[in-house]
């Protein structure tokens, strides 16, 4: 997407018509257990923000959620990872339903790390914004304790 010259027409066209499901559907794989999948996602996010030049401007909550994922996990940086989560926690208002499925979904990829700070952080998140999104956070529990690991081959 990056690589898209801006005076391709048909391109951003293409973007703009399909930005709201795109989105939706990469929000998808921020659940992931690779840090690298998360990573990618949220830069293919923000190019997509970028690209539609249609006024909308990359939520804040989403250019955290990177920021966080480009954490080291270290014991270097184990205090500033549960502190950009509550500075996310802080900043979070009442965001639109696109920007709260790719927060909540980055949320639950966080708890695939093996790195406590990280559990710890989506812990203060949540308490603090529950509210906003119970709904959305009851579903994906729902799906993360059901979900049989043993039939598959690989976490996406």
């Not at 549960?82 to 639950?108: G, K």
Request: glycine share 2%; hydrophobic share 40%.
């Amino acid at each position: 997407i990056n690589s898209i010259s801006n005076t391709n027409a048909k391109s951003i066209e293409f973007i703009k018509d399909n930005k709201f499901s795109s989105l939706l559907l990469l929000s998808n794989i921020l659940k992931s257990s690779s840090h690298e999948n998360r990573e990618t996602t949220l830069n293919l996010i923000i190019s997509i923000y970028n690209k539609s030049n249609d006024g909308d401007v990359i939520p804040d909550a989403i250019l955290m959620c990177r920021t966080i994922e480009q954490i080291p996990l270290t014991l270097q940086f184990a205090r500033d990872v549960p502190l950009r989560f509550r500075q996310l926690a802080q900043d979070y208002s009442s965001e639109s339903v696109l920007t709260n499925n790719i927060v909540v979904n980055f949320l639950f990829g966080q708890l695939s790390n093996k790195f406590s700070p990280s559990w710890q952080g989506v812990g203060e998140f949540l308490i603090k914004v529950v509210n906003q999104v119970s709904d959305l956070v009851w579903k994906l529990s729902l799906e993360f304790i059901s979900l049989n690991y043993k039939d598959r081959k690989s976490v996406v």
